[in-house]
């Protein structure tokens, strides 16, 4: 039997095993229900956690998570050391994963996909480039082909796959372990060690779950009495988790892209102003010539493209994003009405409008 085949049969048996395990049961990590969890609030939008007042380092490590969460991680670990027989492979509790800020990452993926629009999409068109709309168009180009395969907003990128769970600030691991069938032998031996039930037990007692697929994974539960206990100390009783350690990740979108296409603007007028051009003379001489390209400075050009235009770009992503069809003629009247209604009546109000008039993930109630 090969090795891939053995460690498939074996993740079958696990998947059998947790079916029937209580303590597994209330947070299953790869399951639709759980996809959002601690990444979206009640009204959907995306939200991430506030880093420098609700991020707290877990004592004695260099792990972080909410400041509850640490709290009750603190008191459970004290707790464990208790149980007579601690489960196999975590003879004591110490944090090896937690909170990964999803600003950083989404940075990073932002500088990739930007690397690749610029080499494949800004660089062949470099010389019929001569202003930063011109520029944009050009990126807007790109962001229709590419953003099936990559979030382009902040937003999108926390709701997406490529940002962990671990974001959210409500995980902390207690092994390296994989998560996927490479892991399977550590998982069994957890699930099968005789303190499991103990383990699983004192886990509950102080707010957490068991990630189904990574046991040693703690998962603050937001919605139990006890978790809701710890977060109270900060913010008290009858105060809302997500509104009160969390922000609202699409104030980020519009900044983080502007931010990127003008740096990626100024990187053009800076490297390419001048090309070599090249001629042979009647007499086999061969002459050279530079081409200057004329391009606004990248600073002046961002700050004169106006708010209007970048809030227009900014929703234009969005349909991208969203892969709505919509005609040019109707798609350019509803951005005049999205900016009124932004110069009136502010931000949400606007996007408001976005959402049921141009992406349609609301009912419509301007008709």
Known sequence: MTDSKRKFLENLGYMREIQFEPSLESFDNRS???????RIDSNGKSIAPLNHSAIEQIPG???SALNF???AFVEFSAKYERLSHPIEGIPIILAQRGYVNPLELYDRQLENLFSVIYSEYILPRKDSIKSLDQFVEVVLLAIKDYSHQSPVTY???VKSGLCPIHGTGLVIELMKASHSVDGIETKLKIINSPSFDAYANLAAQHGFSLMAHAPWALVANIKSRQMLEYASQYVGVESDIQSSFYYNCRGFDLDKIKYSIGSWYDLLTAAHGETATYKICKDGSLL????ITSRTPASAAVAAYGDKKWFQLYVKILV??????IPKTKLDRLLENCYS????????????????????????IYR
């Open 32 to 38: 639709p229900k759980h996809q959002m969890y601690g």
């Open 61 to 63: 490590t260099e792990i």
């Open 69 to 71: 969460v640490v709290d």
């Open 155 to 157: 937003s999108r990128f």
């Open 288 to 291: 050279r010539g530079t081409t």
């Open 320 to 325: 991208l994003e969203e892969k709505i069809n």
């Open 341 to 364: 209604l932004l110069i009136k009546e502010g931000f949400e109000r606007s996007m408001d409008y976005v959402e049921r008039k141009i992406l349609e993930i609301k009912t419509d």
